[in-house]
Each structure stands twice: as C-alpha cells, then as structure tokens.
C-alpha cells in the first residue's frame, strides 16, 4: 500500500542508443551511443549546437521518432511509440483556435476517463497555475506570444505527465518575457513533482533552471558531456558560481 505510494516515478534510462538520417543517399550519424539516467523529478536540459541532434534526441524520448539501436526504459519498461505518461512541449503552443484558454486546457481530458466536470476543475487549476485565470474564457488570437506558451505548459501538465518533454518552449520569446517565464518554470517545477526534459540553446536559461546539463558534441566522434548545476534554488543569475557555470559552458562551446 503505502509503499506504492511512495515509489517515484518517471525514471527515464537511455542505453546505447543511436540515430542516423540519411542525406543525399549516405548515412547521416546524428546520436551515437548515448547512456544516461535520468532520475525521478530531475529537470535535464539538453544543449549543443545547432543540427548536434537535440531535437532528435527529444523525439525519441517522446516516441515520435524510433532509434536505429538501443533503447529507451521508462520506470524500467521499454518504450514503443508515444505514451500518455510524457507530454511534449515544442516551441509554438499548437493551441486550438476555435476552443478557449480553459478548453484547450482542458482538452482531451475527457477522452482519458475524466468526468465533465473533473476536466473543467483540473483545466482551471492549470490555467490558475500558469497565471491565466483572468483568461480563461479568451481565444488563443487574443493572447500575446508569452501567455500563449502559458497555455501550452497549462494543456500539457493538466494531463499529469510522469514526463515532460520541451523543445526550446521558450525560443520564440522575448528577452523579457523569458526570463519572467524561465522564473514561472522554476516555480512550477518546484511544485510539480514531474521529471523534465528541456531543450534550448540558451546556456543560461540551461542553468537557471536544470539539475544538470547534457551537452552533445557537434562532431559524432565526441562524447556527450554532463554537468551538475548543484544550486541553491531560486537561482540568482549574478551568484559567483552561476557566472562560473556560465563560463564553464561558454568555454566548452569555444566561446571564451
Ligand atoms: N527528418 C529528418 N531527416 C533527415 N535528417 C534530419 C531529420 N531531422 C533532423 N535531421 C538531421 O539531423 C541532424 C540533427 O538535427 P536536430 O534537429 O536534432 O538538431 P538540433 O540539435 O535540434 O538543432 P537546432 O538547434 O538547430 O534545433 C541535422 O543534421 C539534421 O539535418
Ligand atoms: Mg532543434
């Protein structure tokens, strides 16, 4: 009994797994061999650059995208397409046009066994999560780009994911607007007991926000690199030790 309950979940292990594209009639290695634990709760973020396969790497954990070799466990069990315990985040929100803030949020809710009036409580317990109760009745073209991607994260935590799955959630943003976001993340990943996977190109926004970094070589003969972003949370951008992270990422990409 009680110990079920206990038992977390989520767990992500990622063996020997490999990826190639082809291009112009040639193999195109994208992933190689990559081995990883994720743990229960944990937020990962992935970076590298461009075209190094983070995408990629995000479509396999979600099932959109079946690897040439190795496998995918989640809580012990191998994945074979998508599955209702991961929720995938990409960089526009995908919201339904025609359905409001609450019912895009509360969408497909039903269809997973979910009385009428359940999907509607949980729809506007999301909605208040993400900061949009005053917007529960408006339609997605009378939303900024920002409160959008709110909607968005609002739709895919209402399913209760044991997994989320972001690429770039918040690429399309504005400097301002994602840092206010990057704070709202934090928040609610403090309070959502969900592990997560976050791909992005901002190194900061990486460690601001992530247990620990992976970081895929640009060249398929390199090996993926891991760090751990062991800081106290809130996270302050201007702490010695996040610049010293900042640095030690900027100096792995060359930057420095
Ligand atoms: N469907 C596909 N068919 C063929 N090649 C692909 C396909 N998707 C990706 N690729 C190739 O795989 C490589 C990795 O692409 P991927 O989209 O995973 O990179 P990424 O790290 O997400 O880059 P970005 O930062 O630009 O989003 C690229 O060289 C790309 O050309
Ligand atoms: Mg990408």
């Known amino acids: 009994m009680g110990v079920q309950q206990n038992l977390r979940r989520g767990e992500v292990t ?8 082809r291009l112009n009639g040639a193999p195109l290695p994208v992933l190689k061999d990559i081995n990883l634990n994720i743990r229960s ?21 979600a099932g959109l995208e ?16 998508v599955g209702a315990e991961r929720a995938v985040i990409f960089q526009e929100p995908r919201l339904l046009p025609w359905l409001t803030v609450l019912d895009n949020v509360g969408f497909g809710l039903e269809t997973r066994g979910l009385s009428r009036s359940e999907a509607r409580g949980r729809a506007q317990h999301y909605v208040q999560l993400v900061g949009l109760q005053q917007f529960e009745g408006a339609y997605p073209r009378q939303l900024s780009g920002g409160m959008a991607q709110r909607v968005g994260i ?20 504005d ?15 403090r309070d959502e007991d969900v592990t997560t996977v976050l791909v992005t190109h901002d190194l900061e926004e990486a460690i601001y926000l992530a247990d620990r970094i992976l970081i895929l070589p640009r060249e398929k003969e390199g090996e ?7 800081l106290p949370r809130p996270r302050d951008r201007s702490a ?6 900042r640095e030690e990422l900027l100096s792995i990409f060359g930057l420095h």
């Open 66 to 81: 079946d690897a040439d070799a190795g496998d995918v466990l989640i809580d012990g069990t191998a994945i074979r397409g």
């Open 175 to 189: 400097a301002m607007t994602k840092i206010s976001m990057q704070q709202e993340l934090a928040r609610i990943w």
């Open 14 to 21: 990622i063996r020997h797994l490999s990826k190639s594209y």
């Open 154 to 173: 609002a739709r895919a935590l209402a399913v209760q994911p044991e997994i989320l799955l972001l690429d770039e959630p918040l690429g399309a943003l």
């Open 41 to 61: 709760g944990e937020t990962l973020a992935i970076v590298g650059a461009s075209g190094s396969g983070k995408t990629t790497l995000l479509r396999v954990l």
């Open 240 to 245: 010695p030790d996040f610049v010293r992270h």
């Open 224 to 230: 993926p690199r891991l760090i751990e972003i062991d």
